[in-house]
């Protein structure tokens, strides 16, 4: 081991053996007025309250969910339990979701997909915020909903991302209990 310049028969231990300041005295302590207060404590995480969009409560929901399918198709419509983000991963068959009876005012999902030889349709209600990122390649990526300030917005938002070869993806606002349109068939309930 080495010694400290200066120090004889010690051996330097390192570092944590250095004085705070090396040498040179500490920092006087800060004055404190007398009969003053503390600082309120800043609690981190504690942000302004959102702004309410509906009177229900939003429903408790699985942080995620993966899926997959080769040769089939992944239908979900009416009342099903979606998670906050979900995942769908697709081989020669379609993605089709019905979100118009599970996406509630004030609330964000966000929907993954990665498709090949397949398309991607998702049913919003309308006044949805829809955020498409992603493309296709041999395909289309639309996002059909209403122009702002048509229709009046829920506060509800839906993130797509989307990676698909030789497929299409649309995304549409339908209200419910309206005529579906043609190719969006699959939406009636049988």
């Not at 020669?92 to 030889?117: A, C, H, I, N, Y």
């Not at 955020?131 to 209403?146: H, K, L, M, S, Y």
């Amino acid at each position: 081991m080495s010694q400290r310049p200066g120090e004889q028969g010690r051996p330097w231990e390192g570092p944590s053996e250095v004085p705070y300041t090396w040498g040179e005295p500490a920092p006087p302590p800060l004055p404190t007025p007398q009969g003053a207060q503390p600082p309120a404590e800043v609690v981190p995480g504690q942000v302004a309250p959102l702004p309410q969009y509906g009177s229900a409560n939003l429903p408790a929901r699985r942080e995620s969910e993966e899926i997959w399918s080769v040769f089939g198709d992944v239908v979900r419509k009416g009342r099903w339990s979606a998670s906050r983000r979900s995942s769908f991963y697709q081989l020669f068959g379609d993605v089709k979701l019905d979100l118009r009876e599970v996406l509630q005012p004030g609330e964000t999902l966000e929907v993954t997909s990665w498709s090949m030889f397949g398309d991607v349709r998702i049913a919003v209600p309308p006044g949805t915020d829809v955020e498409v990122n992603g493309g296709t390649v041999f395909g289309d990526v639309r996002a059909e909903t209403t122009p702002q300030g048509q229709a009046p917005r829920t506060g509800a938002r839906l993130v797509v991302h989307v990676n698909s070869v030789f497929g299409e993806v649309r995304v549409r606002e339908i209200a419910a209990g309206a005529q579906p349109p043609r190719g969006w068939r699959w939406l009636r309930v049988r």
